[in-house]
């Protein structure tokens, strides 16, 4: 068996795994249970997905395709508020209307 990705963690291996399994490629997860091993052991790189040798050709080249699928094109993540000055302006409109009620 030869390694095709290595993942994040158990979850991310069991996404690939089925994945690669809806192309009819048997595999297999390794080290999903290391992870547990916090204090003694790095908690990274050790969940493998591994395919038999006929099909790491092809397992190979689905995982290239799921990285680029899944790359981060912009590292530096957009503010949850892109428009806060339309924002402050809506919310100094909110607070006068209800000054003028109370008058």
């Known amino acids: 068996m030869k390694c095709v990705y290595q993942a994040a963690d158990t979850l991310e291996a069991h996404l690939v795994l089925g994945l690669l399994e809806q192309h009819r490629i048997q ?6 249970h290391l992870t ?13 997905v591994l395919v038999n040798d006929v099909d ?13 699928a899944n790359a ?25 209307a209800e000054s003028l009620r109370f008058l």
């Open 56 to 68: 790491y050709e092809v397992g190979r080249r689905l995982m290239l395709e799921y990285d680029q």
């Open 36 to 48: 547990g091993g916090l204090g003694e052991l790095p908690v990274q790189n050790y969940v493998r």
């Open 72 to 96: 981060i094109t912009d590292p530096l993540p957009q503010p949850v508020f892109r428009h806060w000055g339309w924002f402050v302006l809506a919310l100094l409109a909110i607070i006068a």
């Open 27 to 32: 595999g297999f997860i390794e080290g999903a």
